[in-house]
């Protein structure tokens, strides 16, 4: 969808709401899933691998703010020091990420989701959680935050809360609905 200004043609509200952790203590631990699911942490060069699970995993929540960018945009954002990015991998195959931008002493869940086949398998929770639990380990971290909005999956703003995270501020912005492809 396309941020645009209130009552252009076509347009829907849709609420975001800013959420933060701010004390370790404060994270619930997702539940453990009912099968094995690896953690990985991914260093190296992270560009083509963060483009790929933000359209794969993106596409469906109406992520679409970088569909366009180049392989040098996505190298910018994703190869710097500060960009962490975290995979969960279940017989191998990639079932969900969690990207952390550390920004001084505040960490933002940049970008966290599922892959399209492991949504409703009790992965989420433990995912998430295993995010925060990095973002924690992060020097001088005071603060964790994050974005939802109500074209995330139905269950993102209860799995956040679930984890600890509680609202700080909630919005409306304006976007219009993406085109459907040809």
Known sequence: MTLVDEGHPGARAVTVWTLQVLDPSEVMPGRLPAFAVEWQRVDGDKAE????????????????????????????WANRETLHLFLGRVDGEICGYVELDQQGSNVEVAFFGLLANFIGKGIGGWLLGEGLREAWLLPGVERVWVHTCDLDAPTALSNYQARGFVITDTAIEWRLPLLPES
């Open 49 to 76: 691998l963060s483009a790929d699970l933000y359209e794969r995993v993106g596409r469906a929540w109406g992520w679409v703010d970088r569909i366009d960018w180049t392989n040098a945009e996505w190298a910018a």
